[in-house]
């Protein structure tokens, strides 16, 4: 039985080993299935299914095949569990029948643009979309993508050489601390550093095609440990190009309705629900990418990520009730940092328990480096 002190968790199921392919080789089988998902998407009226069915079929697949079939890296892994499943769930929503498959790639291109969510919504919908620059100067955006350059390599240069000193060689050394001690809360707070910045590879790529093209791309973070908020944080501060994926995924159809039906009101509770939703989708994906790597499922991402989208839904029914759509300022953003960043310590445990025990962490670097 699982203590706050113990390394077990509440609930573990064991899933049988995978099929191990070449990565190679498993580029080409889902560059054949997404190919596949595409026209089955483009032609769906031909297909002997709903419109329903024929997304639950497909969202089924995806959910299995990272089940099923592997490569030997886990960052190849990590790869082919995420981006195939938003690939097949984001063209889903968009009416690819009536766009060219120049205008389909825009619409994901647009997920990484720094611009607005509805001109990102519009890019996704419009036939004969274009895709601007977004500056009047490539050049301020080429010297920008530079500075995106220079941070991603600085954030791998502090987590090799000041974070990972300061970490115990063992992470589980976290499970076995009782939850809310100051050491666990300190090492969740310290664990958390490191994944903000092992992200920096991001930045990298980022960085680079922004020099290339001279257009401004989104930036991954935005000091996510200054979030006044839990709202504040995963709304503006935390993976903004995955919360772009989700809400996309989650309103976009609500913010563009059917033009036979005429513009649909949206009640704040509706609107709430739906980002609830989010924070449920974003668990289940977490918990498909530790069963596709690890080989177990402990529902500790999907709790986790439950709990901080009921964080995040009393957030916004209090603003909404008491008409306060601001952020705090002053002395009153100093305690919520400090409060939100106490929040974070104490359910991050969550989070980080599978990737911790299983030693995904420890994988992943001994692959990169």
């Known amino acids: 039985m699982m203590g706050f002190g113990s390394t077990e968790p509440w609930f573990e199921m064991d899933l049988p080993g995978p099929i191990i392919v070449d990565a190679a080789y498993l580029v080409g089988f889902y560059a054949v299935i997404l190919a596949c998902d595409y026209f089955l998407l483009r032609y769906e009226a031909k297909v002997p299914l709903s419109r329903v069915q024929l997304r639950v079929v497909l969202a089924i697949v995806h959910s299995l095949l990272p089940m099923a079939v592997v490569s030997p890296w ?15 769930s984001y063209t889903a929503i968009l009416p690819v029948d009536r766009l060219s498959c120049r205008e389909w790639l825009y619409s994901f291109y647009a997920v990484l643009l720094d611009i607005p969510d509805d001109e990102r919504r519009r ?10 620059s977004g ?38 050394v976290l499970l076995r601390l009782p939850w809310f001690s100051a050491g666990s809360l300190m090492l969740t707070v310290v664990l958390g550093i490191k994944a903000y910045l092992m992200l920096g590879v991001v930045d990298l790529g980022l960085g680079l095609e922004q020099c290339v093209l001279g257009v401004p791309l989104i930036d991954l973070q935005d000091s996510p440990i200054l979030s006044a908020s839990p709202r504040d944080f995963w709304s503006r501060r935390w993976n903004k190009i995955v919360r772009n994926l989700l809400h996309q995924l989650i309103f976009m159809r609500a913010a563009h309705p059917d033009p036979k039906h005429g513009q649909k009101t949206t009640s704040p509770w509706k609107r709430n629900l739906r980002g ?3 924070f449920f989708v974003s668990g289940v994906f977490h918990e498909m990418i530790i069963m596709s790597i690890c080989r177990k499922m402990t529902l500790e991402n999907l709790i986790f990520f439950t709990l901080h989208g009921v964080a995040v839904l009393f957030e916004l029914t209090l603003r909404d009730r008491f008409h306060c759509k601001g952020y705090p300022r ?9 409060l939100h960043l106490l929040f974070l310590a104490a359910t991050g445990r969550l989070f980080l328990a599978p990737f911790v025990r299983y030693d995904f962490m420890g994988i992943r670097e001994s692959t990169f480096f």
């Open 74 to 88: 886990a960052p190849y892994n990590l790869f082919f569990a995420a981006m195939p499943w938003f690939y097949v």
């Open 123 to 132: 890019i996704a919908f419009a036939h004969n979309a274009q895709l601007g």
């Open 135 to 172: 500056t009047d100067d490539p050049m301020a955006a080429r010297k920008a993508g530079l500075v995106k350059l220079i941070r991603g390599a600085f954030k791998f240069w502090f987590m090799k050489h000041v974070i990972d000193r300061i970490l115990p060689e063992d992470y589980t």
């Open 276 to 278: 609830l939703l989010v």
């Open 330 to 338: 002053g002395m009153m953003r100093v305690l919520s940092v400090a």
